[in-house]
């Protein structure tokens, strides 16, 4: 039906955007209303961890401003506003735009909440050097920290997991000296198995990169021409600027404050239902029948089977294997982590050329695999046998 109360959806990220288009594939008539507290533009997050060594700046990374988004979606988007409440029985938001107008209330048909992921809340790092240490997980960090990296040379990365690898092959190729430090013992130590985290470690150490494994920074100091960092294993590391990739916290206040079920992230039902029977959720910020994954391959289903949902035909996401191109193009290297708790063994076959990695069930069943350098060659072969993340 057109007009009344329109749908509404909370984030322009890939999930929201996503979602809008395939919901007007179906529906171009009902209202359709987006709200996000950045400036909507549409843009392709991936590409932040890969983008440095090309140049681009972040006008070259946006693909659409929310104007042409709004235009395209036949939708009224609002930028710059942030939803602080949600009245969940009367069907309520409340709306407050930051250039300091008063809030406003907005009564949805259906609500659809795409609020993304954070950084992970750093651990306790002492000293005054915190201003040198960045985060980026938005094209506006990505600008705060290419022009802070103007005129400086050696980069301190804190975390070696997908993002920080991806960080340390990008910066090392855009010829800055980088350190990365990672409490565990090797790259990506919490995806891959120790034979493609070495591989990828021996690939960015070839190429200049230092890895301090088994470590963690406990002090980050102000000096002269940037950072020290005290380490909890005695070592010092002179540095002109820090960046941190310590992972994601799915974004759920704001679900919380609306008192919706939230596990790790909103808890949505294979039809991406919250708690409410109007309110939906998908993208980074969901935790879709226990899956929290923050990629965007599982939100596109999730956009395809929820934009059926609110087009009147109830349709369920299914995720097959999902496998994740890490943007590590020094040493190319894919990964399709088994479920967290399967049980079996990693089965490894290593080479110079590349290793292949298979994490198999005790009947034999692939529930996993890594693959680096050549190894990726039997990515779709090992992608179509890998037993599926929703059976
Ligand atoms: P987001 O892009 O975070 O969007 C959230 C939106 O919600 C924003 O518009 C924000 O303004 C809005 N919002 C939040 N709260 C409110 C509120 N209260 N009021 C109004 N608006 C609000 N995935 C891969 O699959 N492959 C990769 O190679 C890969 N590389 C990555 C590299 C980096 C550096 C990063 C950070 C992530 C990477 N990812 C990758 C993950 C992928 O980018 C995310 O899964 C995806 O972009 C999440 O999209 P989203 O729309 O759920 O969230």
């Not at 843009?43 to 990374?61: E, I, R, V």
């Not at 920290?145 to 997991?161: D, E, P």
């Not at 910066?171 to 919490?190: E, H, K, N, Y």
């Not at 919250?274 to 899956?291: F, M, P, Q, R, W």
């Amino acid at each position: 039906p057109s007009g009344g109360e329109p749908v509404v959806i909370v984030g322009t990220g890939l999930a929201g955007y996503n979602l809008a288009r395939e919901f007007r594939k179906l529906d171009q008539s009902t209202p359709l209303l987006l709200i996000t507290g950045d400036d909507g533009t549409l843009y392709s997050k991936p590409l932040l961890s890969a983008s440095l060594a090309h140049g681009k700046t972040p006008q070259q990374l946006a693909s659409a401003s929310a104007e042409e988004m709004a235009r395209e979606l036949n939708a009224e988007i609002l930028v710059h506003t942030h939803v602080t409440d949600i009245d969940a029985e009367s069907k309520v938001l409340t709306l407050v735009p930051e250039n300091g107008s008063h809030s406003a209330e907005l009564r949805y048909r259906k609500l659809v909440l795409a609020t993304g992921a954070g950084c992970r809340a750093l651990p306790a790092i002492d000293g005054d050097g915190h201003s040198r240490l960045f985060r980026i997980n938005s094209l506006g960090d990505y600008h705060r920290f290419r022009t802070a990296m103007v005129g400086r040379k050696r980069v301190l990365l804190l975390g070696a997991g997908l993002i920080g690898c991806e960080f340390a092959n990008d910066l090392t190729q855009a010829g800055f000296a980088v350190q990365m430090v990672d409490p565990l013992d090797w790259p990506l130590a919490s995806l891959l198995p120790e034979a493609a985290g070495r591989d990828i470690q021996r690939t960015l150490e070839s190429h200049g990169v230092r890895f301090h494994g088994n470590a963690r920074v406990t002090r980050l100091e102000r000096s002269d021409s940037g950072i020290r960092a005290q380490l909890d294993n005695g070592e010092c590391i002179e540095a002109d600027i820090a960046l941190a990739a310590l992972g994601l916290q799915a974004n759920t206040g704001l679900a919380e404050a609306a008192g919706l079920k939230v596990e790790r992230g909103i808890a949505v039902d294979r039809q991406l239902r919250t708690s409410d029977a109007h309110i939906y959720a998908l993208g980074d910020c969901a935790e879709v029948d226990g899956h929290l994954l923050y990629f965007v391959a599982p939100l596109m289903a999730c956009a395809r089977a929820l934009a059926k949902t609110l087009a009147g035909t109830p349709t369920p996401v299914h995720y097959g294997a999902i496998p994740v191109a890490v943007k590590t193009t020094l040493r190319p290297t894919t990964v399709c982590p088994p479920r967290p708790g399967a049980e079996g063994s990693w089965h490894i076959d290593s080479a110079e050329s590349g290793v292949r990695a298979e994490f198999r069930g005790a009947d034999g069943r692939l529930l996993g695999f890594a693959l680096t350098g050549a190894g990726i060659a039997a990515r779709d072969q090992l992608t179509a046998e890998c037993a599926p993340l929703m059976a």
